[in-house]
């Protein structure tokens, strides 16, 4: 399975955010969405960061910086780590694991075309287990 999988079933709808926002207005898109992350994105260089919950707590918080005044640009975690469309779902499962991410941004060429969180890949998991578990138990019943 690859990446391209996970956006068929879930889509492909991305919010993002400019660097030149402030922290506060990425919270309240973040609540309004119900999401832990936003993608930072420019207009002429695209995908530059990702700005997440962490990244609030971390940087903002837990340095008393003011969420009202703080720009995204300052506080986003940057160089984004990124997928393809055509990235195994075991490949991203390693990059996250190793790097302690919880989403990929997933880019073609330049274009953002969605993003994927861990649990994302862990319903897919469960998913192919299932179709597994429901398999073998139909084989084991025809001999039956």
């Known amino acids: 399975m690859v990446v391209q999988d996970v956006l068929d079933r879930k889509g492909k709808h991305v919010v993002t955010i400019s660097p030149d926002d402030t922290v506060l207005m990425a919270a309240h898109r973040m609540n309004e ?8 994105c420019e207009p002429t260089r695209g995908c530059v960061g990702i700005f997440t919950e962490r990244d609030v707590l971390r940087r903002v918080l837990a340095e008393g910086r ?3 005044t703080t720009r995204v640009a300052h506080v986003m975690t940057t160089p984004v780590t990124c997928c393809k469309p055509d990235t195994s779902l075991e490949e991203c499962r390693e990059v996250m694991t190793n ?3 919880r989403h990929l941004p997933v880019v073609d060429g330049t274009m953002l075309v969605g993003i994927i969180s861990i649990g994302d890949l862990l319903a897919m998991e469960v998913e192919t287990q299932q179709s597994t578990i429901e398999y073998l138990h139909t084989y084991m019943n025809s001999w039956m």
Do not use: E, H, T
């Not at 969405?33 to 930072?40: F, K």
């Open 99 to 101: 790097k302690r991410l």
């Open 66 to 68: 003011s969420p009202d």
């Open 33 to 40: 969405n119900r999401i832990g992350a936003l993608v930072v």
